[in-house]
């Protein structure tokens, strides 16, 4: 509450306490005049304008504990920014002052994160030379979780500090992935040899290598979630690492797909005797499948077995997507059956489509049959044609 008093002199002086703890002083031979001052500080100071130059003294890790504490993101990419946290943020600015990191001290962190390695590789614990470096969408995850911080405590009221220096750094390119996919060929050895490790195995493959779904679509898959007249799934349960999830990833993940006859057929057989509340695939002494139980204990040993190149589960995915794409599918609803969100993904087929370049191979062809035996004369006969026809070079006949 501001302080109003008469000098001696005869003027009027308003003092007024700030975030900072300092008293602020304005004087006037009026005293209206400082009492709007005084309310105009105050004003000020409640709305967070003027800010406690102590409050960047926070260690950075005793900020990401306040705001990881108050975040209201899913358990699993809490899970995941925990990690990165652990691994590439806490070792490095957790004892840091918030208002102590620069903008060049955060590019420089960049720079380190580039020339490390990866922990894991292919599914395994990896060492050596021959582990690859941290991939830019990999970095890019890692620095969004140091500007989220700042980002939060930017709208901090008053503000923890002005400035964020993990903003607009200049990162590596995430280039495009090109698209990886079983030819048919390996896919009949996968199956084979999935089969010989258990028919659950073999079913499941067949499943995410014909309809697409995503692994943790496949594990929490339930039978009451099964038309098994008609032939359909409702892909609705999702098996996270952090249990089942009953929503998928966006809302176009929440779809009803076509299930193959054979593969139906397989995953009846599954189900007998069974509860229709149960899940379609489960671990072999029971309970739910997990990501790593069937990447470590399943599918790389039938990659292995079947000789086939190695790629992780998702790429089950890709070959649905591939397939369908390769004989005619339009891309639409290969959309609507791998459940993406955003028709920018779906187009990373498009190039396998079988009249991907038609138009261009059909103007190609317009123009090489336009072409006359000795030159290349023009086809029209209009006077730019003609003209343009001129400058052009014409062999000499033998």
């Not at 501001?2 to 975030?19: D, E, N």
């Not at 005293?31 to 100071?45: C, M, P």
Request: proline fraction near 7%.
């Amino acid at each position: 509450m501001p302080y109003y008093r008469k000098l001696p002199s005869g003027m009027w002086q308003a003092t007024v306490r700030g975030p900072d703890g300092r008293r602020h002083s304005e004087t006037d031979k009026l005293k209206s005049v400082v009492r709007t001052w005084a309310l105009a500080q105050e004003a000020r100071f409640s709305q967070g304008e003027v800010r406690d130059p102590r409050a960047g003294e926070v260690r950075v890790g005793d900020w990401h504990a306040r705001y990881a504490a108050a975040s209201g993101v899913e358990q699993i990419t809490a899970a995941k920014n925990a990690s990165l946290w652990a691994t590439h943020c806490e070792p490095k600015w957790a004892g840091w002052r918030m208002s102590a990191v620069t903008r060049m001290e955060a590019q420089g962190w960049v720079a380190e994160l580039r020339a490390t390695r990866r922990a894991r590789h292919q599914g395994r614990p990896a060492e050596g030379d021959e582990v690859p470096f941290l991939s830019a969408a990999t970095i890019a995850d890692i620095v969004h979780i140091m500007s989220a911080l700042y980002r939060a405590a930017m709208r901090e009221h008053p503000p923890v500090v002005i400035a964020n220096p993990f903003a607009d750094l200049e990162l590596p390119r995430i280039e495009p992935r090109p698209v990886e996919f079983y030819e048919p060929d390996e896919a009949v050895a996968l199956y084979a040899a999935a089969g010989e490790l258990g028919a659950r195995w073999r079913t499941m493959t067949e499943l995410g290598m014909q309809v697409g779904l995503r692994p943790g679509e496949i594990y929490g898959l339930h039978g009451h979630r099964v038309d098994w007249l008609r032939g359909r799934a409702e892909v609705v349960d999702v098996m996270t690492r952090r249990g089942l999830r009953q929503w998928p990833k966006s809302k176009k993940s929440h779809r009803v797909v076509p299930v193959p006859p054979v593969t139906l057929e397989g995953m009846s057989v599954l189900m007998t005797g069974r509860s229709r509340d149960e899940l379609v695939f489960t671990a072999p002494h029971g309970g739910p499948v997990t990501d790593e139980h069937f990447r470590n204990r399943v599918w790389y040993p039938a990659v292995a077995e079947a000789g086939v190149r190695r790629f992780p589960p998702r790429i089950m995915r890709n070959t649905a997507a591939s397939w369908l794409v390769q004989d005619g599918v339009p891309l639409y609803d290969v959309q609507a059956l791998l459940g993406h969100e955003d028709y920018a993904t779906t187009q990373r087929y498009a190039h396998l489509a079988q009249d991907a370049h038609g138009k261009v191979i059909e103007s190609w062809t317009r123009r090489l049959d336009a072409v006359g035996v000795a030159g290349f004369e023009p086809a029209a006969s209009s006077s730019r044609t003609k003209r343009a026809a001129k400058l052009r070079y014409t062999p000499p006949t033998a």
